[in-house]
T-cell receptor
Framework: DVKVTQSSRYLVKRTGEKVFLECVQD?????MFWYRQDPGLGLRLIYF???????EKGDIPEGYSVSREKKERFSLILESASTNQTSMYLC????????????FGEGSRLTVL | GQQLNQSPQSMFIQEGEDVSMNCTSS?????WLWYKQDPGEGPVLLIA?????ELTSNGRLTAQFGITRKDSFLNISASIPSDVGIYFC???????????FGTGTRLKVLA
């Protein structure tokens, strides 16, 4: 079975804290994605990585950064968390080949107080 | 970001009934994916479609890739209570690794 694992299912942080969200996939996929999901707004792409150390901004990268040091791991970093970053964060991965199936992790629910 | 038009937004149905939902776009896609998402969980991939006109089944679920490549349909036959959840589509445009997602259909099944 394919597996995308997100390190934390639920987090509560305070405004200004640095937050790390970790994602690991075991499918040897080249592409990895970070989305946030909010009611009424659907899934919005934050960042995308198509290879180790490579990254591309998505639709809403402001306030976020990412790290991809190993093929299987893609981290999302909130340098200074704010209340408007309270959301469900979803990691996903897909193969390099087109077309591709996209597999999601279980999600990380972040609350910033 | 852009979202695909998905309808209906929500539906209540009786257990045992069939359900249909669809996604439409003004752009063509080379992949259509259908997902189910339970509250507080990540989306689970149900069906993947790769060619115009393709019809694919997964148990009681059947999905079709529209001939124009601008739409896709998902049917659920003989619905059961555990079909409750949010279903959404995702499309991948030619030559890109990025996906565009539908607005979701919330399904509620009455026993």
């Amino acid at each position: 079975d394919v597996k995308v694992t997100q390190s934390s299912r639920y987090l509560v942080k305070r405004t200004g804290e640095k937050v790390f969200l970790e994602c690991v996939q075991d499918m040897d996929h080249e592409n990895m994605f970070w989305y946030r999901q909010d009611p009424g707004l659907g899934l919005r792409l934050i960042y995308f990585s198509y290879d180790v150390k490579m990254k591309e901004k998505g639709d809403i990268p402001e306030g976020y950064s990412v790290s991809r040091e190993k093929k299987e791991r893609f981290s999302l970093i909130l340098e200074s968390a704010s209340t408007n970053q309270t959301s469900m964060y979803l990691c996903a991965s897909s193969t390099r080949g087109l077309p591709g199936e996209l597999f999601f992790g279980e999600g990380s629910r972040l609350t910033v107080l | 970001g852009q979202q695909l038009n998905q309808s209906p937004q929500s539906m209540f149905i009786q257990e045992g009934e069939d359900v249909s939902m669809n996604c439409t776009s003004s752009s063509i896609f080379n992949t259509w994916l259908w997902y189910k998402q339970d509250p507080g969980e990540g989306p689970v991939l149900l069906i993947a479609l790769y060619k115009a006109g393709e019809l694919t089944s997964n148990g009681r679920l059947t999905a079709q890739f529209g001939i124009t490549r601008k739409d896709s349909f998902l049917n659920i036959s003989a619905s059961i209570p555990s079909d409750v959840g949010i279903y959404f589509c995702a499309g991948q445009r030619p030559g890109t690794y990025k996906y565009i997602f539908g607005t979701g259909t919330r399904l509620k099944v009455l026993a």
